[in-house]
């Protein structure tokens, strides 16, 4: 049974403002992001400061340092620690059977958008649980369903959150914004983000192989906001 999940506070434009500029910062760090990055800032200006401010801090780290020392901190912060990794399926399921269930059902839903997905295991795309994949298609193509998806996953969301601002991590506002999006924790949230918090997400079992790796299909998606789309490594 699907979760009941609470509507918005947040106006579309703002909501899909935010989710795309922190679906950029959250990619890896190269040329074309750097070029990007006058774009995001000036849509995070535009927004209120609980949502774009964490945005700016990203921003400001991305633009004043070398881009070969942004590439190590963020292979160093996303690809060795369990706990800021940006694929969500991840938190709950380790990389066990149950977890390519999960992705099936992320790959069903952008499927029911119209949305196509490169699942091509030579080609390096991400999986469709990737957070920038997840955030690109909330922004640009579904809202609500978008919602539902990061929503149904915000135990892990907040453990990425809270590992990165642990870390004093320099893509912590990132997190810190889509996490502003979100209405207040209920109890039983509250509860699940202690819990994962606590345990960390379950060991690995088994890989991925067979799962593939489908990635969003950015040419098919109508924009609604003035950004480019994300770029993560192999997309």
């Known amino acids: 049974m699907r979760t009941k999940h609470p509507p918005p506070d947040w106006a579309s434009d703002q909501l899909a ?6 679906s950029l910062l959250l990619g890896y760090p190269d040329a074309r992001l750097r070029e990007q990055l006058p774009i995001v800032r000036a849509a995070a200006t535009r927004l209120p400061s609980r ?36 694929f969500l399926t ?7 059977r149950k977890r390519g269930v999960a992705l099936l059902r992320f790959k069903q ?21 990737h957070l920038c994949v997840v955030l690109e298609y909330a922004a640009t193509v579904d809202q609500e369903q978008g919602w539902r998806l990061l929503l149904d996953h915000r135990a892990g969301l907040e453990l990425l959150r809270l590992s990165l601002l ?14 502003a999006t979100f209405p207040p924790l209920r109890g039983d949230e509250r509860d699940a983000v202690r819990a994962l ?6 060991a690995e079992e088994v890989g991925l192989t067979p799962y593939g790796g ?6 098919l998606a109508e924009a609604t906001v003035d950004l480019p789309m994300p770029r993560v490594r192999g997309g």
């Open 17 to 22: 403002a935010t989710w795309q500029s922190a």
């Open 90 to 96: 991840y938190f709950a399921h380790g990389d066990t």
């Open 214 to 219: 489908p990635a969003f299909d950015a040419t």
């Open 197 to 202: 918090a606590a345990e960390g997400p379950p």
């Open 109 to 129: 839903t952008y499927l029911r958008s119209g949305v196509a997905l490169d699942a091509q295991p030579d080609t390096g795309a991400e999986l469709p649980d």
């Open 166 to 179: 642990e870390q004093e991590s320099p893509w912590a506002g990132a997190v810190a914004a889509i996490s």
């Open 51 to 86: 949502l774009g401010t964490p945005l700016l801090e990203v921003v400001d780290h991305l633009e004043r340092n070398d881009l070969q020392v942004l590439q190590e901190a963020y292979v160093e912060t996303f690809d060795t620690r369990r706990r800021c990794n940006l």
